[in-house]
């Protein structure tokens, strides 16, 4: 079972449609980052949150738009989002930047945009 | 920028065979990670290679990394079809958060 928790597992939503990602993790991780990954290519670096501030946004468009509530919650809202956007997104944390541990993966979001 | 660049892209091996799979990154990192991604999983850290000459082995795969050359092999011996997998090598910016990850090598292991 992984440590991170992503919920909802799956997602179908409108170009008109807001919906959130939410993510978990309860392992004192600092460090919590969004990857976007489509279909045989490797993820992508999206958002990274370290110690619940926002440290890299990898130019992002704004219709994706992080939010740490605190430092085991981890959300991505969505909104206007379009077709090419449908993709695995993933959530990881880590122990933070000058940590020797890997990034622990969720299970991802599978999002189509309809 | 850096950049990390994987080879082979696709590999198709017979069960009970070696093979080596090449990670080579562009600029200097002392901390290289190797992930396993099942289809539609999500991914599984193997490996955390943290300083030259290491090598870390579990089960059937060894790998080693070599940060003078910038490179990190991931080598499967006697190959089982469980192992059947996309690997990826992802290396950081030595102390920034970020992550960058190969394009992944899609391993197929056939009776």
């Known amino acids: 079972d992984t440590e991170v928790t992503q919920t909802p597992k799956h997602l179908v939503m409108g170009m008109t449609n807001k919906k959130s990602l939410k993510c978990e993790q309860h392992?004192?991780?600092?460090?919590m980052y969004w990857y976007k990954q489509k279909a045989k290519k490797p993820p992508e670096l999206m958002f990274v949150?370290?110690?619940?501030?926002?440290?890299i946004n990898e130019s992002v468009p704004s219709r994706f738009s992080p939010e740490c509530p605190n430092s085991s919650l981890l959300n991505l809202h969505l909104h206007a989002l379009q077709p090419e956007d449908s993709a695995l997104y993933l959530c990881?944390?880590?122990?933070?930047?000058?940590?020797?541990?890997?990034?622990?993966f969720g299970d991802g979001t599978r999002l189509s945009i309809l | 920028e850096l950049k990390v660049e994987q080879n082979p892209l696709f590999l198709s091996m017979q069960e009970g065979k070696n093979y080596t799979i090449y990670c080579n990154y562009s600029?200097?990192?002392?901390?290289l990670y190797w992930y396993r991604q099942d289809p539609g999983k999500s991914l599984e850290s193997l490996f955390v290679?943290?300083?030259?000459?290491a090598v870390k082995q579990e089960g059937r795969l060894m790998a080693s990394l070599d940060t003078k050359a910038r490179l990190s092999t991931l080598h499967i011996t006697a190959a089982v079809h469980d192992l059947s997998a996309t690997y990826f090598c992802?290396?950081?910016?030595?102390?920034?958060?970020?992550?960058?990850f190969g394009k992944g090598t899609k391993l197929t292991v056939n009776p």
């Open positions: 290679l943290l300083s030259n000459g």
């Open positions: 949150y370290s110690y619940e501030k926002l440290s």
């Open positions: 990881a944390s880590s122990q933070g930047p000058h940590s020797n541990q890997p990034q622990h």
């Open positions: 600029t200097t990192s002392d901390r």
């Open positions: 992802a290396v950081d910016l030595g102390g920034s958060e970020k992550l960058v």
């Open positions: 392992m004192g991780h600092r460090a």
